[in-house]
């Protein structure tokens, strides 16, 4: 069983984390805590309860917004033309021991529900995801986020019709 948690670089060991991607690496080891306490973003970590200093993925969620203009035509019509409230998930990564096992997909509908349950209260149209490469832009489609127009690594997904995964 796994349990994902917010995190916490004093239980986490974040030096010990790499999903062979350096860039996504670093972010974890260097700068996830800071931005955290500096309200950019949310880093969240994924664990075996039995030993929770082992990071097998996290991802990072912050408020942001995009213009209506990149979604997809059927999008677009519906909404206003200034700016629309979004999330991001910034980032996501696995170990790389651990990719293909099942944790990017669970700790991605952990995102989608964070965001659902944070759209109760605060409005948000879509999850906007930045992919790091192709392989993330196919993952992110599979799961149904759709590209953005003139933007061939950033993603969306509307969240209104979207089920809680919890």
């Not at 010990?16 to 973003?41: M, T, V, W």
Request: hydrophobic share 40%.
């Amino acid at each position: 069983m796994f349990e994902e948690l917010p995190l916490n670089p004093t239980i986490h060991n974040c030096a010990d984390f790499n999903c062979g991607i350096p860039a996504l690496n670093e972010y974890l080891q260097r700068y996830a805590d800071q931005h955290r306490k500096r309200g950019i973003s949310s880093a969240y970590v994924l664990v075996e309860p039995n030993t929770p200093e082992r990071i097998l993925g996290y991802y990072t969620l912050s408020a942001a917004e995009i213009d209506s203009a990149p979604l997809i035509k059927k999008d677009r019509q519906k909404l206003p033309r200034y700016p629309i409230p979004c999330f991001r998930l910034g980032r996501l990564a696995c170990r790389a021991d651990e990719q293909w096992r099942g944790p990017g997909k669970r700790m991605l509908a952990s995102a989608i529900d964070r965001c659902l349950i944070a759209r109760a209260h605060v409005a948000a149209y879509a999850l906007i995801a930045d992919a790091k490469n192709a392989n993330a832009r196919d993952f992110y489609a599979h799961f149904g986020f759709m590209q953005l127009f003139g933007k061939p690594m950033a993603m969306y997904l509307p969240l209104a019709a979207m089920p809680c995964f919890a």
